[in-house]
């Protein structure tokens, strides 16, 4: 199967804090509800962000350039 892979990710707005993740498939993200909620704990835990709704946004990408 494929795997996904997070690129990078940019906060895009402050109320509520969202944050936009480029992604190299954004099916293998939505459908996956365990990594978002993983994705969520970190991003609260990292950016101090305990007791604030946050919102997680996928974009596809076809990778960093090099």
């Known amino acids: 199967g494929k795997v996904g892979r997070v690129y990078y990710g940019t ?4 109320k509520p804090p969202t944050f936009l993740l480029f992604v190299n498939d954004r099916k293998l993200f939505n459908e996956n509800e365990g ?9 609260r835990k990292d950016m ?13 990408s076809n990778g960093p350039k090099k």
């Open 35 to 43: 990594y978002q909620r993983y994705l969520e704990r970190r991003l």
């Open 11 to 14: 906060q895009v707005a402050v």
């Open 48 to 60: 101090g962000l305990q007791g604030t709704p946050i919102r997680i946004m996928f974009r596809e």
